[in-house]
């Protein structure tokens, strides 16, 4: 075989995959009515191509991929996941999201209601939260369908979704982010658990 034309495999494959040309057909025909090498090599490859397509039916059993991935070394596992997921963020923001759609997402959806996050040192005035001047509140802050006036010092992030951010001499160490529509909202819901769910790898 070693002295036969190099495109004859090329069109071995060709035949065996239904997609061959005419003339490539009988150029290969040609040369294996001439060679017995070449012959033996079509008769492997379709050989291994009837038994593959045989066994196509064949389903890998159930857990087969935890059973893999339990042999892999623990490193080596956690390193491809994590390589993955850093090469794929959308995806795994878009997995991620379909699979907390049902629960937390729905459970989260804007609604009318007024929440906050829990935090010390913070005056809740009906729907409007403050900081007050001289307080330091440290951590993120979310506000839901309310307004959020800074007049003290933000140790992190603060987020108004469906409200305003109201400040003049505020100091916000973190990022401040107003979110009043929907699909912002989701973005950002999507955002946070994609967050949280890469930490899990860390
Ligand atoms: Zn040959």
């Not at 038994?51 to 991935?69: G, L, R």
């Not at 956690?78 to 629960?103: C, D, E, N, T, Y």
Request: proline share 4%.
């Amino acid at each position: 075989m070693s002295t036969c034309p190099q495109n004859i495999v090329d069109y071995m494959h060709e035949y065996l995959d239904g997609d061959i040309s005419r003339d490539h057909e009988q150029q290969l025909k040609k040369h294996l009515q001439a060679c017995s090498d070449c012959q033996q090599h079509m008769h492997q490859l379709s050989d291994t191509i009837a038994f593959v397509k045989s066994a196509a039916h064949i389903t890998a059993p159930p857990n087969f991929e935890e059973q893999v991935m339990k042999r892999l070394p623990k490193a080596k596992q956690r390193l491809g996941v994590q390589k993955w997921l850093r090469r794929h963020p959308i995806i795994v923001a878009a997995a991620v999201f379909l699979f907390f759609m049902s629960a937390t997402l729905l459970s989260n959806y804007p609604n009318d209601e007024f929440s906050v996050t829990k935090q010390p040192n913070l005056v809740v005035d009906g729907q409007t939260v403050i900081v007050p001047e001289g307080e330091v509140v440290k951590g993120d802050i979310v506000v839901k369908n309310g307004d959020i006036v800074i007049e003290g010092e933000v140790d992190g992030n603060v987020t108004v979704i469906n409200g305003q951010y109201m400040a003049s001499t505020a100091v916000v160490t973190g990022q401040i982010e107003e979110i009043d529509e929907t699909f912002e909202w989701l973005w950002y819901e999507m955002k946070e658990m994609a967050n949280d769910f890469m930490s899990l790898f860390e």
